[in-house]
């Protein structure tokens, strides 16, 4: 039997909002910020949405698999066709991106300052002193990045603190809007000369140029499923994965690599050191002090 949206968000360890849950998503390796939102459509079907860009047929075997739902459960529920849900969660994010202001100046700024992050910071970036957290049920500042590349406009939310110094005392910190499946968060043009480079995180990335000479344009892929499914530009040159230190980021580069040199790409994969980022790596080596 198919459970309940609460029982389901329980089940895969995760939080109940009121009217949604938010879980860990089966169908893509999902460890740190929940992805999969859970709530109950007007029929009473289970309404299922991956914001890392998992298809609702994948998320429904995987939860057949577990026997949390069971084989009848249909692929996409009447009253959430993923053209139409998309096209909200787009019109959404754009209303948000519009609200939004410069980045410089603001706590988004200082916020990524105090991580050892001296690069330019480019117009993909901006704040807003007051975005909605959905699961907190209140309005927080927060650093907006826009994701390029993926089917419809995305964004990517970082939600701070109110002074800056770090991120808000909420769970999750970081949620994506927006169908953003292959797209990434481009951070700037770089070297026009200089390989691309795709690092999983924002913070990540953008500590990048601080390490590595020469480097082109400088994406972040924001999770292992972004990078394993990122769109690269259509004519082939070097890239550079740059991964985080785990299992997951490391399978997610191999995956990449190998997609990359099979589209003509020259790949060199760069891995952070165990149970780091190079974020981490970045204030711990005291880089652009």
């Given at each position: 039997m198919t459970m309940t949206a609460q029982d389901l968000t329980k089940a895969l360890g995760g939080r109940w909002h009121r009217y949604y849950g938010l879980a860990f998503c089966p169908a893509h390796d999902n460890r740190n910020t929940p992805a999969l939102s859970i709530a109950t459509g007007e029929d009473g079907r289970l309404l299922l949405k991956c914001f890392a860009g998992c298809a609702y047929r994948d998320i429904a075997k995987a939860l057949e698999a577990r026997d949390y739902i069971d084989r009848a459960h249909?692929?996409?529920?009447?009253?959430?066709?993923?053209?139409?849900?998309?096209?909200?969660?787009?019109?959404q994010a754009r209303r948000v991106w519009d609200a939004a202001?410069?980045?410089?100046?603001?706590?988004?700024?200082?916020?990524?300052?105090?991580?050892?992050?001296?690069?330019?910071l480019h117009g993909s970036l901006r704040y807003h002193h007051c975005c909605w957290h959905g699961p907190s049920s209140q309005c927080l500042?927060?650093?907006?990045?826009?994701i390029d590349g993926a089917a419809d406009f995305a964004i990517h939310r970082t939600y701070l603190a109110p002074d800056g110094t770090g991120k808000a005392a909420v769970a999750p910190t970081k949620m994506m809007l927006g169908a953003a499946r292959g797209g990434a968060v481009r951070l700037g043009p770089g070297d026009a000369a200089g390989p691309l480079v795709v690092a999983e995180g924002i913070e990540t990335a953008l500590s990048l140029p601080g390490m590595l000479d020469h480097v082109g344009p400088v994406w972040a892929a924001l999770s292992t499923s972004g990078m394993v499914n990122l769109l690269l530009p259509r004519t082939p040159g070097s890239l550079i994965i740059a991964t985080d230190g785990d299992a997951a980021g490391h399978r997610a580069g191999q995956k990449l690599a190998k997609r990359a040199h099979a589209l003509g790409w020259r790949v060199s994969i760069l891995e952070a050191p165990e149970s780091c980022d190079w974020n981490d790596m970045l204030i711990a080596e005291g880089y652009n002090q």
């Amino acid at each position: 039997m198919t459970m309940t949206a609460q029982d389901l968000t329980k089940a895969l360890g995760g939080r109940w909002h009121r009217y949604y849950g938010l879980a860990f998503c089966p169908a893509h390796d999902n460890r740190n910020t929940p992805a999969l939102s859970i709530a109950t459509g007007e029929d009473g079907r289970l309404l299922l949405k991956c914001f890392a860009g998992c298809a609702y047929r994948d998320i429904a075997k995987a939860l057949e698999a577990r026997d949390y739902i069971d084989r009848a459960h249909p692929q996409v529920p009447k009253t959430e066709r993923p053209a139409k849900t998309s096209e909200r969660r787009g019109k959404q994010a754009r209303r948000v991106w519009d609200a939004a202001t410069s980045i410089h100046k603001t706590l988004a700024e200082n916020y990524l300052r105090r991580r050892g992050i001296r690069s330019d910071l480019h117009g993909s970036l901006r704040y807003h002193h007051c975005c909605w957290h959905g699961p907190s049920s209140q309005c927080l500042p927060a650093m907006i990045a826009r994701i390029d590349g993926a089917a419809d406009f995305a964004i990517h939310r970082t939600y701070l603190a109110p002074d800056g110094t770090g991120k808000a005392a909420v769970a999750p910190t970081k949620m994506m809007l927006g169908a953003a499946r292959g797209g990434a968060v481009r951070l700037g043009p770089g070297d026009a000369a200089g390989p691309l480079v795709v690092a999983e995180g924002i913070e990540t990335a953008l500590s990048l140029p601080g390490m590595l000479d020469h480097v082109g344009p400088v994406w972040a892929a924001l999770s292992t499923s972004g990078m394993v499914n990122l769109l690269l530009p259509r004519t082939p040159g070097s890239l550079i994965i740059a991964t985080d230190g785990d299992a997951a980021g490391h399978r997610a580069g191999q995956k990449l690599a190998k997609r990359a040199h099979a589209l003509g790409w020259r790949v060199s994969i760069l891995e952070a050191p165990e149970s780091c980022d190079w974020n981490d790596m970045l204030i711990a080596e005291g880089y652009n002090q």
